[in-house]
């Protein structure tokens, strides 16, 4: 979601911009730009990647009316050609949403003799104004977007007046009210240092703010009567939506993130999987003889389940490698190797070194990331985006269950390519991936019982989750959710290595969560929940609603939807993550930042 | 001479709003507040309201409580607190912080379920001198609250709706505009004004709360508060609207304000694809990343959501709404129905003037029945359709060939085997073999 803000009054406009822009960060960006009036005109600065490097171009303009723009690419690649804003002649202008008859503009344009330098919608829209541009910067604007369809908030800047214009549809923008001076922006938040009075728009108005005052229009140019509201408001709390924390939002927000994650990738009457940022070709991919995978943290977990997808249903051979290690470790790769970077942030600086390490040796290389237009995803050949949306937690959630949803995407994508998978079975699971956001909503449904287990056994000093094949992943991470944030300690492991150390560590106050669900190595799993059992441990078995076996062996079952062996991890996720926030929760942690901990780790 | 100025001034102002009542212009209060009770879970609505709260039915793919927001936001009203309790966090989820919608909502919990008057003392630190309150559960366009805000005077306004079936309302008794008396659900029809629940109230309001009495069923209402008022002596308005108030008492009631209101949607947008061969008649909405495959005949109005996969040889036919990530397979027809997101039904099925909840997986050759002038039994109690087929929660897993008898529910998490007849409602979580 890209962010508009704009300044026109007294003071510096820069530095009031760009803390505006800061505080838009969280709405997901990859470039970032400002347009500043100056007496001979408009002086542009834009640039891919973080805020940061704007500034750092940025020289000491003497303006007090501006626009700038946080940009989340959606038509165009996160280029500084492709940043906001966009000029044409005396026009600047930023926008937020689509442009929906962009071709037929975009070629109406052309023969009129304007020329296109990006690969945005965005631009029509300057070149518009500046077509209906003959002195009066507000009836340009309702000419220019008269002709548009879709979605925008959008704000202009013209060079020879000290005002900037704003216009809405479909995509938020509010002025503020201040003294002697005025401001929009997509959202509040990057309103309320400098004031509290606010103005909101309705769609098909615009607005010419001056440093003096506001002036509303729809349309047909008639004046519009506003209300100034005064927000009494906690932003944080306002963007918790009421919810206690990110985090617990972030988990319940998984029933859309799957979604999304989904949403145009798959075909049900085909089996087909589409994904159509992969540029490798049939035969590169047939030609595949091994797939590494690095990532740090949570995303290793999720690459370690990805080891057991390409190589059980492509018949790749996967290593995975933590990334800090991977690079010390004189890597044996040849051009025969795809390298798959997981990082949601795409800033993480082991993962990216990792990857640059592993180009020199001429692998193919593929990224799995959140967010658009960051370093690794400039690094790699080949993005697979996960489309989670900004998460703010730093325990990741939602992000997580959107890597897996990837690597499923992915592994049956390359064993069709391959020949490895008839269309049956990849029909029967795309429709059982399309079932998961209904079941996440069961298990949401019911997770006053699972809150009720957490603050059970919250006292407890040490907790073990367990779990075989494509479980243990899920075992780690579930050990690694409930230490983040609750600072219990807890160990993830493979069921089978419990009597190889850690069964001496168990206790009668030992909480054991047995990852339980349907999968070939079930009975094995049964046998080691019955040795953690005779050592007195309190077991908690994550299993199939189908399973009426389980809850004899076991002190308390967490049930989750029946579906394909395959994609039960997916499901058990909600529940770990469930598990280590309500835990984290009746100990009074500060679940949003633990201790010590950041949300990208952009050192190494 | 400055007294003078003032006095000018507040004359000119005084005549101004005068005015601008008289020519219909509806003038908001600054930073009116509204307060939308919404912490109810509509228990005649079972069993669809088992998993998610009545505010958040989906009434032509938007949320009733949507409406609610829309209507205020239409009027200048975009400062909402809303009341929340049963089933918070579906509410929450699709209304974030209001920023997707051009409000801002705050929320309140309320978890004990103590009644309105309960409800509207605790957003008291949040509104202001003058705020509205409304029930997030009946749907209202925006000329419903234009019509309260226009007529709106004295201590208390009151919307009122004129309505022949008042079984189950408050209903008023007025003089000269003025309510003299509010009776809960009276036998006998004492007049045909129906209190809507919609209110501007002033801050005064939460002295007179604490002083009210708990009810007989343990609960403060807030009517209760407003006669306590009268009597003292307040002046509370009565404004008679005729515009939209839809009261969804039963489930089966969505069935109607489904098609009053997909009748009204004026930019029904194709934005999936339709493939060659497929026939699209009168107004059709079909959202992202949808498939209307070929052989396929829908006639509007229809509302299809994100990502569905319809046909080939679907038929859908007027005031049906079909939620996101359906999947309807080929020969089956669908008509008057409300399916909510991620649910699948099989080849060759039948679903009439019925209502499926969501995530459903339902089998091949999959009939509801229709009757007519029905009566329904629920917790002892027998209620009246006119014409309904059947009432399916969320999470069924139903399988091949089964029929359901008009008039009865499949709850939620149900598995249902194949070749059933359901001949009586079924309740959650059951088998049915």
């Not at chain 1, 506001?214 to 100034?228: A, L, R, S």
């Not at chain 1, 957490?454 to 690694?480: C, K, M, T, V």
Request: charged share 20%; net charge negative; glycine share 8%.
């Amino acid at each position: 979601m890209c962010g508009i803000v704009g300044y026109v009054g007294a003071r510096q406009a820069t530095a009031i911009l760009i803390d505006g822009l800061k505080r838009l960060e969280y709405r997901g960006y990859d470039s970032a730009g400002l347009a500043m009036l100056i007496d001979n005109g408009i002086s542009v600065y834009k640039t891919e990647g973080k805020i940061a490097s704007l500034e750092a171009i940025l020289p000491d303009i003497k303006s007090t009316c501006g626009i700038g723009h946080t940009r989340w690419a959606t038509q165009g690649a996160p280029t500084t050609i492709n940043a906001h804003p966009h000029v044409s002649g005396n026009i600047a202008v930023v926008h937020n949403g689509i442009i929906e008859n962009y071709e037929e503009l975009y070629e109406w344009l052309k023969k009129e003799g304007y020329e296109f330098v990006s690969e945005t919608d965005t631009e029509v829209l300057a070149h518009l104004v500046h077509k209906y541009y003959k002195g009066d910067l507000v009836s340009a604007v309702i000419e220019g977007l008269k002709k548009v369809k879709g979605s925008y908030a959008a704000a202009f800047l013209c060079a020879e007046t000290n005002k900037l214009v704003a216009a809405r549809k479909e995509s938020p923008l509010v002025a503020g009210v201040g003294n002697g001076e005025n401001f929009i922006a997509s959202d509040v938040t990057a309103l309320l240092k400098n004031t509290r009075n606010v103005i909101y728009m309705n769609d098909l108005e615009l607005v010419q703010v001056t440093a003096e005052g506001m002036q509303f229009f729809d349309f047909d140019g008639k004046p519009v009567e506003k209300k100034i509201e005064l927000i009494e408001w906690n932003i944080e709390a306002a963007e918790k939506s009421g919810y206690p924390h990110f985090m617990l939002k972030e988990i319940h927000e998984q029933v859309t993130s799957v979604h999304d994650t989904l949403l145009g990738r798959i075909s049900e009457i085909s089996g087909d999987v589409i994904l159509q940022d992969i540029t490798l070709t049939v035969e590169d991919i047939r030609k595949l003889e091994r797939i590494v995978i690095i990532a740090c943290g949570t995303s290793y977990n999720a690459g370690l389940l990805g080891k057991y997808l390409f190589e059980s249903l492509t018949g790749i051979h996967t290593d995975v490698d933590i990334s800090s290690e991977f690079r010390y470790a004189n890597p044996v790769l040849s051009e025969s190797t795809l390298v798959i970077a997981i990082s949601q942030s795409g800033e993480t600086a082991d993962t990216i070194a990792a990857l640059k390490e592993a180009k020199t040796y001429g692998c193919h290389t593929l990224a799995i990331t959140n967010v658009v237009g960051t370093t690794l995803s400039r690094e790699v050949e080949n993005i697979l985006y996960t489309r989670a949306g900004p998460e703010i937690g730093v325990a990741a959630t939602k992000t997580f269950t959107s890597q897996l949803i990837a690597l499923y995407l992915l592994s049956i994508y390359f064993a069709r390519k391959r020949k490895k998978m008839d269309v049956d079975i990849s029909k029967r699971l795309i429709i059982s991936m399309k079932l998961l956001p209904g079941m996440i909503q069961q298990i949401l449904n019911n997770k006053e019982f699972i809150k009720k287990q957490a603050q059970r056994f919250s006292n407890a000093r040490d907790y073990f989750f367990l779990g075989r094949s494509l479980n243990f992943p899920i075992a780690l991470e579930g050990a690694l959710k409930l230490k983040e944030i609750s600072y219990i300690h807890a160990e993830g492991y493979a069921a089978g290595e419990l009597k190889h150390g850690p069964l001496a560590l168990i206790s009668n106050e030992t909480p054991v969560v047995a990852l339980a669900t349907r999968s070939s190595t079930y009975d094995k799993m049964v046998n080691n929940i019955k040795e953690v059992k005779a050592r007195r441990a309190q077991v908690i078995a994550i299993a199939g609603m189908d399973d009426s076996e389980i809850g004899k062996y076991v002190d308390v079952v967490i049930k989750v939807p029946t579906t394909d062996e395959m994609l039960y991890p997916v499901l058990s996720s909600i529940v770990v993550q469930l598990l280590a926030y309500y835990s984290a929760d009746a100990l009074g942690c500060p679940i949003d930042k633990p201790r010590n901990l950041a949300k990208s780790v952009t050192v190494e | 001479m400055r007294t003078w100025i003032l006095l000018i001034v507040f004359i000119a102002s005084f005549f101004q709003s005068l005015v601008l009542k008289c020519i219909g212009i509806v003038i908001v209060p600054r930073n009116m507040k509204a307060v939308i009770l919404a912490a109810g879970e509509g228990l005649r609505c079972r069993p669809l309201t088992l998993t998610r709260s009545k505010v958040m039915l989906p009434v032509a793919n938007k949320p009733i409580l949507e409406y609610v927001i829309m209507a205020l936001s239409k009027n200048e009203i975009k400062d909402i607190i809303l009341v929340v309790g049963y089933k918070k966090e579906r509410i929450m989820d699709h209304f974030g912080n209001g920023n997707d919608f051009g409000v801002k909502i705050s929320y309140i919990d309320q978890d004990a379920q103590l009644g309105t008057a309960h409800a509207i003392k605790m957003a008291e630190p949040l509104v202001g001198e003058k705020f509205m309150v409304l029930n997030g559960d009946n749907l209202i366009d925006e000329e419903t609250i234009s019509d309260l805000l226009r007529g709106e005077s004295g201590d208390i306004s009151l919307l009122s709706v004129s309505r022949d079936q008042i079984t189950g309302y408050g209903v008023l008794l007025i003089e000269k505009g003025k309510v003299t008396q509010i009776f809960e659900k009276p036998r006998d029809r004492i007049s045909h004004l129906v209190n809507t629940g919609i209110y501007i109230f002033s801050s005064s309001i939460f002295n007179e709360i604490e002083k009210t009495p708990i009810s007989e069923i343990g609960e403060y209402a807030i009517t209760d508060t407003i006669q306590k008022m009268i009597e003292k002596g307040a002046s509370v308005t009565n404004i008679t609207t005729r515009r939209t108030w839809i009261d969804a008492v039963h489930s089966w009631d969505l069935l109607k304000a489904n098609s009053v209101l997909l009748g009204k949607i004026e930019d029904m947008k194709v934005s999936g694809s339709i493939e060659k061969g497929a026939v699209i008649i009168g107004d059709v909405a079909i959202g992202d990343n949808s498939v209307v495959r070929s052989g396929s005949y829908i006639v509007g109005p229809v509302i299809i959501g994100k990502n569905c996969n319809i046909g080939p040889n679907t038929t859908i036919l007027p005031s049906t709404a079909l939620g996101d990530n359906c999947s309807i397979s080929s020969f089956t027809e669908i008509e008057n129905s409300i399916i909510m997101n991620d649910t699948r039904i099989g080849t060759g099925s039948y679903v009439s003037n019925s209502i499926i909840g969501s995530h459903n997986i339902i089998g091949p050759h999959f009939v509801s029945e229709v009757g007519k002038d029905l009566n329904i039994e629920m917790k002892g109690i027998l209620h009246h359709a006119d014409e309904l087929g059947s009432v399916v929660g969320d999470n069924n897993i139903i399988g091949h060939a089964v029929l359901v008898r008009a008039g009865n529910t499949i709850s939620t998490g149900c598995r249902v085997d194949s070749g059933v007849k359901i001949l009586k409602s079924i309740p959650r979580d059951s088998i049915v073999l």
